[in-house]
């Protein structure tokens, strides 16, 4: 069984930076695709970044090329998002997601994923 935790969130003012960390657990992980999600109140859950789990191919919404960047570690089996120039828009849970099997570009929508962190609170103050 995979489990997924994230963490690393929190209050950050806009233009400040946030880590956040996906930890997975089981011993047969060994995903296609790992992604990031985030949801406001209100919203649906909303496509953020992607990895590929061999080989490091990233993408990205367009609301946050070029302020996020998403890694990971295969050692440690953990994805990280680095988050910069955060703004009150960002605000939401964000969540950690992997799916297992092959696709010919990146899944951005929610059911394509096959596991599910519990999500971590991220909140920029203006």
């Known amino acids: 069984q995979v489990q997924l935790v994230e963490s690393g969130g929190g209050l950050v003012q806009a233009g400040g930076s946030l880590r956040l960390s996906c930890a997975a657990s089981g011993r047969t992980f060994n995903p296609y695709t790992v992604g990031w999600f985030h949801q406001a109140p209100g919203k649906e859950r909303e496509f953020v970044a992607a990895?590929?789990?061999?080989?490091?191919?990233?993408y990205y919404a367009d609301s946050v090329k070029g302020r996020f960047t998403i890694s990971r570690d295969n050692a440690k089996k953990t994805v990280y998002l680095q988050m910069n120039s955060l703004k009150p828009e960002d605000t939401a849970v964000y969540y950690c997601?992997?799916?297992?099997?092959?696709?010919?570009?990146?899944?951005?929508?929610?059911?394509?994923?096959?596991?599910w962190g519990q999500g971590t609170q991220v909140t920029v103050s203006s």
């Open positions: 990895i590929r789990w061999s080989g490091g191919i990233t």
């Open positions: 997601a992997a799916r297992r099997y092959y696709d010919d570009g990146f899944p951005t929508t929610a059911s394509r994923y096959d596991y």
